[in-house]
T-cell receptor, first 114, second 112 residues
Framework: GENVEQHPSTLSVQEGDSAVIKCTYS??????FPWYKQELGKRPQLIID?????GEKKDQRIAVTLNKTAKHFSLHITETQPEDSAVYFC?????????????FGKGTLLTVNP | ETGVTQTPRHLVMGMTNKKSLKCEQH?????MYWYKQSAKKPLELMFV???????ENNSVPSRFSPECPNSSHLFLHLHTLQPEDSALYLC???????????FGSGTRLTVV
């Protein structure tokens, strides 16, 4: 089955700096890679996703890059703000047939210091 | 609320108790999921119901029993749990061919 590794497990940055979280996956058939943000005591929420037919996707201060050859993808947050503090989860999924489940990484606790 | 509602929000139960967690979605989705979230571990998929078909993680103990009476409701029946089962149990829903999950707020379960 799919295995997703996520690093680092914790990340602390100063407000305004950039933050990068990296994930690797094992199943070359995976072709959908979402990122979820979970604030303390709240539910995980999708913040951005990327499909295997593109290498990069941006949404304001958030971007995700994908390297299919190396089987890794990364989340980039620029101009970080205190409200970006949360746990971020990456996930990987293959699309179609009976393989519709997401396999998640262990999460990264991001702390943005004012 | 995002359209996926879980009850109760918190649950404390003894190891000999029987309880049930409930999840309800009003998003018109046709797939529902149970995930277990433990400290410092990945979100662990327990069960999937999709188009009335059940897919399960074979590593989930039989003391967890899911039930999906229709596409809008999902239950997780619990019996004779162990302290290591204490965790946040998250329900999610999606369209089968869309991996954009909507999560519920979860049930914080403590087994004493």
């Amino acid at each position: 089955g799919e295995n997703v590794e996520q690093h680092p497990s914790t990340l602390s940055v100063q407000e305004g700096d950039s933050a990068v979280i990296k994930c690797t996956y094992s199943d070359s058939a995976s072709n959908y890679f979402p990122w979820y943000k979970q604030e303390l005591g709240k539910r995980p929420q999708l913040i951005i996703d990327i499909r295997s037919n593109v290498g990069e996707k941006k949404d304001q201060r958030i971007a995700v890059t994908l390297n299919k050859t190396a089987k890794h993808f990364s989340l980039h947050i620029t101009e970080t703000q205190p409200e970006d503090s949360a746990v971020y989860f990456c996930a990987a999924s293959s699309f179609g047939g009976s393989n519709y489940k997401l396999t998640f990484g262990k999460g990264t606790l991001l702390t943005v210091n004012p | 609320e995002t359209g996926v509602t879980q009850t109760p929000r918190h649950l404390v139960m003894g190891m000999t108790n029987k309880k049930s967690l409930k999840c309800e979605q009003h998003l018109g989705h046709n797939a529902m999921y149970w995930y277990k979230q433990s400290a410092k571990k990945p979100l662990e998929l327990m069960f999937v119901y999709s188009l009335e078909e059940r897919v399960e993680n074979n590593s989930v103990p039989s003391r967890f029993s899911p039930e999906c009476p229709n596409s809008s409701h999902l239950f997780l029946h619990l019996h004779t749990l162990q302290p290591e089962d204490s965790a946040l149990y998250l329900c999610a829903s999606s369209q089968v061919w869309d991996r954009d999950y909507t999560f519920g707020s979860g049930t914080r379960l403590t087994v004493v």
